[in-house]
């Protein structure tokens, strides 16, 4: 099988990793890719946004499959048109994608299919989002309705940067609160079959102790030692299936990865948001754990014929990331800087700990970095603390200036708590 992954991350990097342990792909391409994925697939520099640049492409590699990653192309219809000519896409369609690329839409589809929820208000004027404030109080969620790359969520007991922030967008989700660890949990669907993933924990702020500002993800873990054994069953029964009925229903199937962003709450298992592709970093770790060869199902999924594949098989290894991001992130990041240590890392702990490259590329001989998060340290062990310090000590060899990761990351789980 050819496969053609769209995207660059290190969420597209752990799935071109897979993918190149997998006996039934003969050809993995990744656009545009990475410094790092081009050590598993062949690159090709592509507009990841331009639907027919991509078609055009997957053409004339003669891909057999086509992963899309991230969530950009996916709202802008790069799978339609992928589709269009006959090629088999692991990813929605735009009117599906609305699920992530929409807050006040993905409200809708809940609410509709009976999801549980925080309540909110999708608000345009300053009257409403005043209402909106005063209705739920302190602590306040703010959500701009539209894509914005994790960072379009403020949660604050400050009512005047509440406000702020809501009035900088065109249109804003206000909701209650959701106290309680939160879990992201994937399922892979076909539009009719689901198919759930193992449960992760992503760390969204930047800073130790859930400090500082929201970012993309500064690291994740899996399995959930803390979580109810029947969390996943739960979730199918009470979030995935119906959300997935209910798109079939309107006539806009989600077919690819179904995100479900949960938070366990006192009063039960709440949504937080959906997304409508592979989450960033719990991919990293979800994945090292993945048994199953993963081409034969991301090809049923985006065939429609996931019920011919039998339950996904899992290593009872725990596996930890540690993100490791630029010099001022989640801010207009530094880039540019060299990277050093990779070929350390390689050396030490292969294959239970390796770097998945997010902003990386290639200046001559050097891997310098290009993006907001630039490295993810991945590690798998015995336990969550054996997984922990495999992980910490690879990031120790990276030497990248002004860079800043998180020193906590799975460090409670890992401890019991
Ligand atoms: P989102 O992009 O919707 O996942 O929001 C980013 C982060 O903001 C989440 O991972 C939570 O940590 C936090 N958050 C979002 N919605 C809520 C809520 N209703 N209550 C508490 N925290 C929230
Ligand atoms: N880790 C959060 C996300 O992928 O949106």
Redesign the pocket.
């Known amino acids: 099988m050819k496969v053609l992954v769209i995207g660059g991350g290190a969420?597209e990097h752990a799935l071109c990793r897979s993918l190149s342990l997998d006996p039934d792909v003969s050809a993995l391409y990744c656009a545009p890719g990475n410094a790092g994925i081009a050590e598993v697939a062949e690159l090709r520099p592509v507009d990841a946004l331009d639907g027919a640049a991509v078609a055009a492409l997957a053409t004339e590699l003669g891909a057999d499959l086509v992963v899309v990653g991230p969530?950009a192309p996916l709202v802008a219809g790069v799978g339609d048109a992928v589709r269009a000519v006959g090629i088999p896409v692991f990813g929605p369609s735009a009117e599906a994608a609305q699920l992530e690329g929409s807050k006040a839409f993905a409200k809708d589809v809940m609410a509709a299919a009976g999801v549980p929820t925080a309540r909110s208000y999708v608000c345009t004027t300053a009257e409403e989002v005043d209402e909106a404030l005063d209705a739920f109080g302190a602590p306040y969620v703010v959500k701009d309705d539209g894509l914005a790359a994790?960072k379009g969520v403020v949660v604050t007991e400050d009512r005047a940067a509440a406000r702020a922030h809501a009035l900088a967008c065109d249109r804003v989700v206000i909701e209650e609160y959701l106290d309680g660890p939160e879990v992201?949990l994937f399922a892979i669907t076909d539009g009719v079959t689901v198919l759930p993933l193992q449960p992760a924990q992503?760390f969204?702020r930047a800073l130790d102790g859930d400090e500082g500002p929201n970012t993309?993800?500064m690291g994740?873990y899996s399995p959930l030692p803390w979580a109810d054994p029947k969390l996943v069953d739960e979730v199918m029964a009470l979030v995935l299936q119906p959300t997935v009925d209910e798109l079939r229903r309107r006539g806009t199937p989600f077919s690819g990865l179904l995100?479900a962003?949960l938070a366990i709450t006192s009063r039960g298992t709440r949504v937080i948001?959906f997304?409508a592709?592979?989450?960033?970093?719990?991919?990293q770790v979800v994945l090292a754990r993945l048994r199953t060869p993963l081409a034969s199902v991301l090809l049923n999924a985006a065939r429609g014929t996931l019920d011919a594949e039998p339950p996904l098989s899992w290593r009872d290894d725990a596996a930890v990331t540690v993100v490791i991001a630029s010099h001022n992130y989640p801010e207009t990041p530094r880039t540019g800087d060299p990277i050093e240590g990779l070929a350390e890392v390689a050396a030490l702990d292969a294959p239970d700990a390796y770097v998945l490259h997010a902003g990386t590329r290639r200046e001559g001989d050097a891997v310098v970095s290009a993006g907001g998060r630039v490295l993810s340290v991945t590690a798998t062990g015995s336990d969550l603390a054996q997984a922990r310090e495999k992980a910490y000590k690879a990031v120790s060899r990276i030497r990248l200036d002004g860079s800043q990761h998180r020193t906590d990351i799975a460090a409670k789980a890992a401890e019991g708590r």
Do not use: M, V
């Open positions: 969420r969530e994790g992201s992503d969204k993309g993800g994740a995100y962003g948001e997304n592709r592979f989450g960033d970093p719990e991919t």
